[in-house]
């Protein structure tokens, strides 16, 4: 079927059952009303002003919460008329109610400080669509809570889309398809939401709350790409896989060997690690991935400011489950203080421009006792290499001044954490700190 038939089959079945919809008669739909309470609890956990509700219906939800808090501001959107006429009968001050698609939300940018959807989203045919249009509309900080059917067994599930599903077509229903719970996270991800939490509820309920983040963030978790960038040169130098990288690593960085450092600074990671992991910049995760793929058990956040640099790594990272990858600044990272038990940061100090911020940050993220694990540039190691940063790098914008030496760079860890393992290869300074 295609999206716009899915669409009408909906509008019909709603058509019919609008007036009867919230009355004793109202058959399946009663079960609907099951959700109300969960949600209110739910929005009540934090204030709010702008609410809308995606697939209203017959406005119960908002008629609901007009009741309780008439001073805050609620639209409602609907695909059949007839439900919205029905709504509209309720004459409540201060709702704005609008047929509509929530796929393409008609509303502007940043309007609403959360979004409620109950019971709707399984007659949505682009699902992503939806979890795009809701991170638009979002307010940053804003949250999206979502109601809708599911079953934990990926076994039901699939028997319900594939065989129940097609059955109730023929009955004049709408459904498209219900979730799990690694479904609605690649929405969450793929549309820049993070998903706080999802719980399978009662006997079928899904109760899944996302979250629109300050600082937006954008993730690449998974986003197909139609055409395969070619590799640039950034990998080739550092991993020195052609003649002219091996000769420039020889003559300009006294031959200090990349591989070698990657190696040695990921075995401080063990293979069975299962806490949270941010590595900035992830780069193209040239270094990294192949670790990455071992690490099944960890939760790894990849960021970096390019978005360049995150589609290549996207294209070696998206089939891991495990890997958000989010684009962001170092200098403001948008996470709470604590959050991560390593922080790894390969060839990134040197070219971040305010490192004062981002040593701060790193540090502020990780957890006590837990590791911070890079590798940079330092100056004062070889004229030739100072030389050539100068000269070139840092016009080129590849590196940004002022740059630490050795031993100003030992001072400054020392203060704040626990050396394990602190060493030079060339002009680059390899280390793993532990968080005092
Ligand atoms: C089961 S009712 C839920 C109504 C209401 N949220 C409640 O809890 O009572 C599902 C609603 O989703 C609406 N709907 C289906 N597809 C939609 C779409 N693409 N955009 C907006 N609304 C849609 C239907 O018209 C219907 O009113």
């Given at each position: 079927?295609?999206?716009?038939?899915?669409?009408?089959?909906?509008?019909?079945?709603?058509?019919?059952?609008?007036?009867?919809?919230?009355?004793?008669?109202?058959?399946?739909?009663?079960?609907?009303?099951?959700?109300?309470?969960?949600?209110?609890?739910e929005?009540?956990?934090?204030?709010?002003?702008?609410?809308?509700?995606?697939?209203?219906?017959?406005?119960?939800?908002?008629?609901?919460?007009?009741?309780?808090?008439?001073?805050?501001?609620?639209?409602?959107?609907?695909?059949?008329?007839?439900?919205?006429?029905?709504?509209?009968?309720?004459?409540?001050?201060?709702?704005?109610?609008?047929?509509?698609?929530?796929?393409?939300?008609?509303?502007?940018?940043?309007?609403?400080?959360?979004?409620?959807?109950?019971?709707?989203?399984?007659h949505?045919?682009?699902?992503?669509?939806?979890?795009?249009?809701?991170?638009?509309?979002?307010?940053?900080?804003?949250?999206?809570?979502?109601?809708?059917?599911?079953?934990?067994?990926?076994?039901?599930r699939?028997?319900?889309?594939?065989?129940?599903?097609?059955?109730?077509?023929?009955?004049?229903?709408?459904?498209?398809?219900?979730?799990?719970?690694?479904?609605?996270?690649?929405?969450?991800?793929?549309?820049?939401l993070?998903?706080?939490s999802?719980e399978?509820?009662?006997f079928?309920?899904?109760?899944?709350?996302?979250?629109?983040?300050?600082?937006?963030?954008?993730?690449?978790?998974?986003?197909?790409?139609?055409?395969?960038?070619?590799?640039?040169?950034?990998?080739?130098?550092?991993?020195?896989?052609?003649?002219?990288?091996?000769?420039?690593?020889r003559?300009?960085?006294?031959?200090?060997?990349?591989?070698?450092?990657?190696?040695?600074?990921?075995?401080?990671?063990?293979?069975?690690?299962?806490?949270?992991?941010?590595?900035?910049?992830?780069?193209?995760?040239?270094?990294?991935?192949?670790k990455?793929?071992?690490?099944?058990?960890?939760?790894?956040?990849?960021?970096?400011?390019?978005?360049?640099?995150?589609?290549?790594?996207?294209?070696?990272?998206?089939?891991?489950?495990?890997?958000?990858?989010?684009?962001?600044?170092?200098?403001?990272?948008?996470?709470?203080?604590?959050?991560?038990?390593?922080?790894?940061?390969?060839?990134?100090?040197?070219?971040?421009?305010?490192?004062?911020?981002?040593?701060?940050?790193?540090?502020r993220?990780?957890?006590?006792?837990?590791?911070?694990?890079?590798?940079?540039?330092?100056?004062?190691?070889?004229?030739?290499?100072?030389?050539?940063?100068?000269?070139?790098?840092?016009?080129?914008?590849?590196?940004?001044?002022?740059?630490?030496?050795?031993?100003?760079?030992?001072?400054?860890?020392?203060?704040?954490?626990?050396?394990e393992e602190?060493?030079?290869?060339?002009?680059?300074?390899?280390?793993?700190?532990?968080?005092?």
């Amino acid at each position: 079927m295609t999206s716009t038939e899915y669409k009408d089959l909906s509008v019909r079945e709603f058509t019919k059952a609008a007036e009867i919809y919230e009355s004793d008669n109202a058959g399946v739909y009663n079960m609907c009303r099951k959700d109300y309470p969960e949600v209110l609890a739910e929005l009540e956990k934090e204030p709010f002003n702008d609410l809308l509700d995606c697939g209203c219906g017959t406005g119960s939800m908002l008629t609901l919460l007009h009741e309780k808090y008439p001073e805050k501001h609620y639209t409602g959107i609907d695909l059949t008329p007839k439900m919205i006429e029905v709504a509209k009968r309720k004459n409540m001050k201060g709702v704005e109610l609008v047929v509509g698609d929530c796929e393409k939300l008609p509303f502007e940018e940043n309007s609403f400080d959360v979004v409620i959807c109950c019971e709707s989203f399984h007659h949505y045919p682009d699902p992503q669509e939806f979890f795009n249009s809701v991170y638009r509309v979002l307010r940053p900080d804003g949250r999206l809570i979502l109601r809708d059917m599911t079953m934990s067994s990926s076994a039901v599930r699939w028997f319900c889309n594939h065989i129940e599903m097609p059955l109730a077509h023929l009955a004049g229903k709408g459904d498209v398809r219900i979730y799990g719970r690694d479904d609605i996270k690649e929405l969450c991800d793929n549309a820049g939401l993070y998903m706080e939490s999802f719980e399978k509820r009662d006997f079928c309920r899904l109760h899944c709350v996302a979250r629109k983040r300050k600082n937006a963030v954008k993730r690449y978790n998974n986003i197909e790409r139609s055409y395969k960038r070619s590799r640039n040169i950034y990998d080739d130098v550092l991993t020195q896989n052609k003649w002219w990288s091996k000769l420039y690593i020889r003559l300009f960085w006294s031959g200090a060997d990349d591989n070698m450092i990657a190696e040695r600074l990921l075995s401080h990671i063990p293979d069975d690690f299962s806490g949270k992991l941010l590595d900035v910049p992830v780069g193209t995760a040239v270094f990294t991935h192949k670790k990455y793929d071992v690490l099944k058990n960890a939760d790894i956040t990849c960021l970096d400011y390019s978005e360049d640099m995150l589609e290549q790594a996207c294209e070696r990272l998206k089939a891991q489950k495990n890997i958000t990858l989010v684009q962001g600044d170092v200098g403001k990272l948008p996470y709470e203080k604590g959050t991560f038990d390593v922080v790894l940061s390969m060839n990134g100090f040197h070219a971040f421009p305010d490192k004062k911020a981002a040593f701060c940050e790193t540090f502020r993220v990780l957890k006590k006792g837990g590791k911070f694990i890079a590798c940079f540039y330092v100056k004062g190691r070889s004229r030739v290499t100072d030389c050539l940063v100068r000269n070139l790098l840092v016009k080129k914008g590849w590196f940004t001044p002022p740059f630490d030496t050795v031993q100003t760079l030992k001072k400054r860890l020392e203060k704040v954490y626990d050396l394990e393992e602190f060493k030079a290869e060339g002009s680059i300074v390899y280390f793993c700190a532990v968080k005092k």
